[in-house]
């Protein structure tokens, strides 16, 4: 019997509309072989294509300025959770997926896997917009967060240091991958004015971190600061629009 592969997101509040859950999950659909389980956790599950298994999100302790933030994304951890088992990716809704994802579920089973983060390379640090885990192999992730928030919160300025810090084991993507946008494809000053950004053949995902978003990046528009557009500019991505639809 063919085991379902298992990508989850999570969608709340406003800046995310339910356009970007479905560009997601018909890419999703497009780029995994075999049987899929692709769920969103949300707080509305309006608008959503009948392929996506929508799903409460799930309960955690935040206070209130951070309720809404990356941190819920830690409520994921929790287990027993939308009744998951094995290895399970979880994907960011700002990321625009260009090649398959087989390999990833095939890469260090049973292993948490997660991009190096960009901006901090060499320091052990993973950035969660992709990111492979083995169901309840590391609930303490969560059992800890529950038990002491505030001290968490104290000791780490964000959701994917937390979990770094935890896992020594980490592994990491291979890095042409994952990829972002901004970090990564957009060309340095000046040439970002004369030169488009790229796709690499190898690429897999391209993370859209921040802004600009991918129906920016398609026009040419990154949103900014008029004393920062200098240097935070791209001419269109027309690739985009091939892979987010």
């Known amino acids: 019997m063919m085991v379902a592969k298992t990508i989850i997101c999570m969608k ?5 509309g339910p356009e970007f859950v479905n560009r997601l999950y018909r890419a999703v659909r497009r780029n995994v072989s075999g049987e899929l389980r692709f769920i969103c956790f949300t707080d509305d599950a309006s608008g959503l294509d009948n392929g996506v298994d929508a ?3 799930p309960p955690i302790t935040l206070p209130e300025e951070f309720a809404w933030t990356p941190w819920r994304k830690l409520s994921i951890w929790q287990y027993p ?6 290895d399970a990716i979880f994907l960011d809704l700002d990321l625009v997926i260009t090649g398959s994802l087989d390999a990833m579920f095939e890469f260090a089973p049973g292993e948490y896997c997660v991009i190096e983060n960009w901006t901090q390379k060499g320091q052990g640090i993973g950035n969660t917009s992709a990111f492979k885990f083995p169901v309840g192999k590391f609930k303490e992730i969560f059992d800890r967060f529950e038990a002491d928030p505030e001290a968490v919160l104290r000791d780490n300025r ?20 994952c990829i972002s946008f901004k970090h990564d494809l957009v060309p340095k000053f000046p040439m970002n004015w004369l030169r488009a950004p790229e796709l690499p053949k190898e690429a897999r995902i391209v993370a859209f971190t921040g802004k600009p978003d991918p129906d920016e990046a398609v026009a040419g528009r990154w949103p900014c600061p008029w004393y920062k557009a200098w240097y935070k500019h791209t001419k269109p991505a027309t690739w985009v629009a091939e892979h987010w639809r």
């Open 12 to 16: 709340w509040g406003t800046r995310y």
């Open 55 to 57: 799903q409460a999100l």
């Open 81 to 86: 959770l939308a009744g998951m088992e094995g």
């Open 158 to 177: 964000i959701e994917q240091q937390y979990i770094s810090r935890y896992i020594t084991g980490q592994k990491f993507w291979p890095s042409e991958w």
